[in-house]
């Protein structure tokens, strides 16, 4: 949202550019606008696979894109929930 308004282009203009449908872009908006508590993101590596051992984990989620959701132990609950449902927007 703040990438758009920075921008300075229109939500349409600025959705075209970056690949991302405009309801999706709207929806989200209204979601963060209506969150009662600070929503954190984490950080997805889409590069290569690192050769370095993954910390310990307790659930891996291999995506039909074939990039993986790596689940460590201790996530709370409500973070998870709010990954999953963001992926199956």
């Not at 993954?54 to 074939?66: C, D, F, N, Q, W």
Request: hydrophobic share 40%; aromatic share 6%; net charge positive.
């Amino acid at each position: 949202m703040a990438s758009q308004e920075r921008s300075g282009l229109s939500v349409r203009r600025f959705c075209k550019e970056q690949g991302i449908a405009e309801h999706r872009f709207y929806y989200w908006r209204q979601r963060l606008r209506d969150q009662q508590q600070p929503v954190r993101f984490a950080l997805v590596d889409r590069g290569a696979e690192r050769p370095e051992p993954a910390p310990r984990m307790e659930l891996e989620r291999v995506l039909v894109t074939g990039e993986r959701l790596r689940i460590g132990a201790g996530v709370q609950a409500a973070t998870l929930r709010m990954v999953l449902e963001a992926l199956r927007a």
